[in-house]
């Protein structure tokens, strides 16, 4: 079974910037395009997929027809969605720190 791959060029990535309405976006704030809520449904995703890999595992710990393979995916998913976490909560801990050093 091969995974499945995206390659992203900078002008297709520029393109999709470009397209981004950002008139009406708020940074921080209450609002469904604020960070806050881009946070929350992106870790929302990571526990999702850690919560598929354990319903996995457990159907084909109890031989419900779980193929091995569906398994090692769902399995897998979930922990690149945990490393992608841990990698973005230690870029925010890293600007909070670059932004508590700034002189006043």
Do not use: C, N, W
């Amino acid at each position: 079974m091969s995974v499945p791959t995206i390659v992203i060029t900078p002008q297709a990535a520029s393109r999709a910037y470009a397209d981004t309405d950002r008139s009406d976006t708020v940074l921080l704030g209450d609002g469904p395009d604020s960070f806050g809520a881009t946070l929350q449904r992106a870790l929302g995703g990571a526990v999702d997929a850690g919560h598929a890999a354990d319903a996995k595992a457990m159907q084909a710990i109890a031989g419900g027809g779980a193929d091995i393979t569906d398994v090692v995916t769902a399995v897998s998913k979930a922990e690149l969605a945990l490393q992608t976490t841990a990698a973005i909560r230690d870029r925010f801990v890293q600007a909070y720190q670059d932004i508590m050093k700034m002189p006043i």
